[in-house]
């Protein structure tokens, strides 16, 4: 069973900086799209980011690009979410998970592990 594990949310001033972390388990972690989601209150999940199985393809909603940065690590079976300039409309339970049969990766469906999520808050 594939497990992802978040870390590095926090509570950050606006236009402060964080940096997520989603360790993966298991050597499939090279073959799967990896991609970020958030929840804020009250609000229904929304699809940020995204990387291709490979890491040679990326995908950022309007609202984060230019913002925040996704990569990944094969070696350290990690992948990374870079948050700069946030602001307080990115406060939310950001989600890592994987997409394990690599299709659609990009439309944010097909995403069939999860992290347990981890909160992310932006003071004014």
């Known amino acids: 069973q594939v497990q992802l594990v978040e870390s590095g949310g926090g509570l950050v001033q606006a236009g402060g900086s964080l940096r997520l972390s989603c360790a993966a388990s298991?050597?499939?972690?090279?073959?799967?799209?990896m991609g970020w989601f958030r929840q804020a209150p009250g609000k229904e999940r929304e699809f940020v980011v995204a990387?291709?199985?490979?890491?040679?393809?990326?995908y950022y909603t309007t609202s984060v690009k230019d913002r925040f940065t996704i990569s990944r690590d094969k070696v350290k079976n990690t992948v990374y979410l870079q948050m700069n300039s946030l602001k307080p409309e990115d406060t939310a339970v950001y989600y890592c998970a994987a997409n394990s049969g690599g299709g659609r990766w990009y439309t944010g469906f097909g995403y069939d592990y999860w992290g347990q999520g981890t909160q992310v808050t932006v003071s004014s």
């Open positions: 298991g050597r499939t972690f090279s073959s799967y799209a």
């Open positions: 990387i291709n199985w490979t890491g040679s393809t990326t």
